[in-house]
């Protein structure tokens, strides 16, 4: 009964969806709807793992469906459901993904590349200032990536400052940036160290450093000391909203202040990110151009009216006008356009928008971890055949196309790898889930912890530091759903036995960057209902993992060893990722599966991703990949602790029976051979010694797009090509191969 009202209902919600930001009442009523849908969620997830409570599922069926009787009489004429049919612009995508030229502006492009490339041979400053969603990062990395720069500096190096700064990220930013070296070594490194590096890489060079998003002057005194001036022309680039900044450096310089786009320049770009290299239809002109001008120059206020636009009919663009016009006198216009961009939105893609207040602001976000949490979360629905994980990319792309989301870092095919939120965007996305109740952030630790936001937040996101009491903050929450942490920091762990006052409904948990120091936090298995768990630095999982029959989702970070999974971990029906993250440059981390009484053991029949550490004898080779019938991405290497990780192993390593595998990396299995399944779309090999004549068994694959051939994992001088081998190849890449001269 529950259901069927919850189902009229969301139907209901939908049809006041666009009304309800303007009527008092409608949105009342929305809040009660979810308040009650919320209430009927937890009562279910408590009966199911034996918990009373209180309130009765008989109470909350009778107020949902009070509300359901209610619905006509709030809807009194008030609102009429609008039907639109989307624009399709098969441009739109490329120009989320790709464009990132600037429109107008090559003479400011020109005029900050003279500045940093002539006048004095002393250490100088090149402010950009300017209002935010004026382009000022855009410009910088422009200027920065220009061949007369490129060419004119030996070091180049690029920093995200912002608010919340430390300066060991600056300092680690910088040198990832300006050097060819791994960015492990430096993450590991202390302060001065890192100082002490910067000025090592920088002495003797003509640098040029861009310090982006620069809030106060602060930051500079503290990096300054780490910076060389050896009077050969080097510069610093900053971008900042605020114009007297420049004042407090020495020596002073002159900001170039940003300007507005033209009428006509926005009206350029705006046809540029909705049709591409097309034309405008005629039709569509006059408004078009009425809507860039109500843009007032800004562009990012172009590219979200640009997102709004590709999704609403061409008779509706008048009333995107219309919208414009009633905000364009206020202030903090870029905000009243993302609060439009916000109100267009399908509901199920405004979820997935706000949550990522649970992030960092400028932070750059794993792509695939990301899909990860929104599936734990429940904010995806599969549609039209395809999985959860392919749902939810298209959710993040539709997010992309509205330019609510920007795309950092590519594939090696052109998907999207790693994204970024403007800053202007985060701060809306905290600010609008705090309103609505969906997450609350807590920024600072007091004693005792004090709230401003909701009374029980189903979603926190909290600092990780040395005065925040993890378990004391579920206390706290009894009905927290999701649990984030940020910040790195040592886990203070909790001697007292909690039992059963944890909140059993918790389903997301992400440890951030708290090293556990090798031991798996106990309380965690009493989570019976976690979906996704992150960790970092933990060595093995306890058998009472088999708790968390729910799981979905086990990431542990920086192990730097095998990570033991018990024999439990075979009952855990639901697992369907499984992944050992390192820094980059590092040899993979991996699980080591339980082998004692592999034929009597279920299989795990939705396990996707995996992360393996594995000894290469076949009897144990072969036995667990039959266990695994789904899985997709696959990552291999051999363990430390094998028998043959110190000799060849001689042997030939079948994958050819995993019929859905379409992603393979093989990492240390030296003079081993291999046998790959046909359906096989991408392949990395590292590290395995094989001679090039083995090379012909790949090249037979019928639908191979992508290899990478990595660090020796091929021996000799010569590669012979054979005609028709690799029919369906996209992309190579080549990496410490040893050929002939």
């Known amino acids: 009964m529950i259901q069927k009202d919850l189902v009229f209902l969301r139907s209901f ?3 006041i969806k666009e009304q309800r930001y303007q009527n008092g009442k409608l949105q009342a009523f929305w809040s009660h709807v979810m308040e009650a849908a919320y209430k009927a969620e937890l009562l279910i997830d408590l009966a199911l793992v034996g918990d009373k409570c ?6 909350v069926s009778r107020d949902i469906n009070l509300l359901k009787i209610g619905a006509p009489e709030i809807h009194n004429g008030q609102t009429q459901r609008v039907n639109k049919t989307s624009l399709h612009i098969p441009s739109q995508l490329a120009a989320a993904m790709h464009d990132e030229d600037l429109v107008g502006l090559d003479d400011e492009v020109e005029t900050i590349t003279h500045r940093l490339t002539r006048g004095s041979k002393q250490l100088n ?27 004119h500096f030996h070091v180049r190096g690029w920093c995200r400052v912002s608010q919340t700064y430390s300066i060991r990220s600056m300092l680690v930013e910088l040198l990832c940036s300006s050097s060819s070296e791994s960015s492990n070594g430096y993450l590991k490194m202390d302060e001065n160290d890192l100082v002490m590096k910067l000025r090592q890489v920088l002495l003797r060079s003509r640098y040029l450093l861009v310090l982006d998003d620069l809030w106060d002057v602060e930051a500079w005194n503290l990096l300054e000391k780490s910076l060389p001036n050896d009077a050969n022309g080097s510069r610093i680039l900053f971008t900042s909203r605020y114009q007297d900044l420049s004042l407090h450096f020495e020596p002073n310089s002159e900001p170039h202040h940003l300007r507005h786009l033209t009428d006509e320049e926005s009206w350029k770009l705006l046809q540029r990110k909705l049709f591409g290299t097309e034309d405008c239809p005629a039709t569509l002109s006059e408004v078009g151009s009425q809507i860039a001008k109500l843009c007032q120059g800004l562009p990012l206020a172009v590219v979200l009216v640009a997102g709004i636009l590709a999704t609403t009919a061409q008779d509706s663009w008048e009333e995107v006008a219309k919208s414009l016009s009633s905000i364009v006198l206020e202030d903090e216009y870029c905000k009243k356009t993302l609060e439009l961009s916000y109100s267009h939105l399908p509901n199920y893609l405004k979820s997935c928008l706000l949550y990522f207040a649970a992030f960092q602001e400028d932070e750059v976000i794993n792509v695939q971890r990301l899909l990860w949490l929104w599936i734990a979360e429940r904010f995806v629905q599969q549609a039209g055949g395809k999985s959860l994980e392919e749902a939810a990319y298209d959710y993040l792309m539709a997010l992309i196309n509205r330019s609510l989301v920007m795309v950092i870092r590519q594939t090696i095919v052109g998907g999207a790898k790693a994204c970024l939120l403007h800053d202007l965007v985060y701060e809306f996305c905290v600010e609008k889930a705090k309103e609505e109740s969906f997450l609350y952030v807590i ?3 007091k004693a005792p912890l004090s709230l401003t936001g909701p009374s029980n937040p189903y979603r926190v996101c909290v600092p990780n530091t040395r005065e925040s009491k993890i378990w004391e903050l579920m206390l706290i929450f009894p009905n927290l759903r999701s649990l984030i942490l940020f910040g790195e920091d040592d886990f203070k762990h909790e001697e007292e036995d909690l039992g059963i006052l944890l909140p059993k409904l918790l389903r997301v948990l ?34 009472a993992i088999a708790n968390l029959s729910r799981l979905e989702t086990l990431i542990v970070e920086d192990a730097n060893f095998d990570i033991e999974l018990p024999s439990t971990i075979w009952n855990i029906k639901t697992l369907s990722h499984l992944r050992a993250l390192t820094y980059p440059g590092v040899a993979p981390d991996g699980f080591t599966f339980p082998v004692g009484s592999l034929e009597v053991s279920p299989n795990l029949d939705h396990l996707d991703t995996l992360d393996l550490a594995i000894d290469p004898s076949p009897q144990i080779l072969q036995k667990i990949p039959r266990k695994l019938p789904s899985i997709r991405r696959l990552k291999c290497r051999q363990s430390y602790g094998s028998r043959e990780a110190t000799r060849n192993c001689n ?33 990395a090999l590292s590290y395995n010694g094989q001679p090039w004549s083995e090379i012909s068994t790949i090249g037979k694959l019928p639908n191979l797009e992508v290899l990478k051939l990595l ?13 028709g081998e690799f029919p369906k190849l996209r992309v190579l890449k080549l990496s410490r191969l040893k050929f002939r001269n």
């Open 510 to 543: 992400d440890f951030g960057n708290s090293d556990f120091r090798y031991s798996f936090p106990r309380e965690v298995v009493l989570l019976v209902h976690l979906r996704y768990l992150a960790l970092t630095g933990i060595t093995y999982i306890p058998s």
């Open 13 to 15: 919600l939908e049809n």
């Open 651 to 683: 042997e030939i390593l079948e994958f050819d029976g995993l019929s859905q595998l379409e992603s393979l990396h093989l990492f240390g299995f030296r003079g081993c051979g291999f046998k790959f399944p046909l359906n096989l779309k991408k392949l």
């Open 125 to 151: 400053v090149v402010p950009i200032v300017g209002m935010s969603g004026l382009g000022k990062t855009t410009l910088a990395n422009k200027v920065y990536t220009a061949p007369s720069v490129r060419s």
């Open 54 to 59: 209180e309130d009765s599922l008989d109470a």
């Open 443 to 445: 920024h600072n630790w």
């Open 711 to 723: 660090d020796r994992c091929f021996v000799g001088e010569e590669w012979v090509m054979k005609e």
